[in-house]
């Protein structure tokens, strides 16, 4: 899955946290290379996704093309 439409989101939680990328990645239980990946929209599994969004309080919905 591209994080693409998700990764502004992540950067902006993270920011507004004072976290660094390491520190979301040691949270969330994922590498610091990861965050930067989901950050710069690059494709990234759901689980892992999920792990990084629940660690800044968010959730992720994903819709079918046709609900947008």
Same mark, same amino acid.
């Given at each position: 899955m591209s994080a693409g439409r998700f990764g502004p989101s992540i950067r902006e939680a993270r920011a507004a946290l004072?976290? &660094?990328?390491?520190?979301l990645a040691e949270r969330a239980g994922v590498s610091r290379p990861t965050v930067a990946r989901i950050e710069r929209g690059d494709d990234?599994? &759901?689980a892992t996704l999920t792990r990084v969004a629940a660690a800044l309080g968010l959730?992720?919905?994903i819709?079918?093309?046709?609900d947008s």
């Amino acid at each position: 899955m591209s994080a693409g439409r998700f990764g502004p989101s992540i950067r902006e939680a993270r920011a507004a946290l004072g976290w &660094t990328q390491e520190e979301l990645a040691e949270r969330a239980g994922v590498s610091r290379p990861t965050v930067a990946r989901i950050e710069r929209g690059d494709d990234v599994n &759901t689980a892992t996704l999920t792990r990084v969004a629940a660690a800044l309080g968010l959730s992720v919905e994903i819709t079918d093309i046709g609900d947008s």
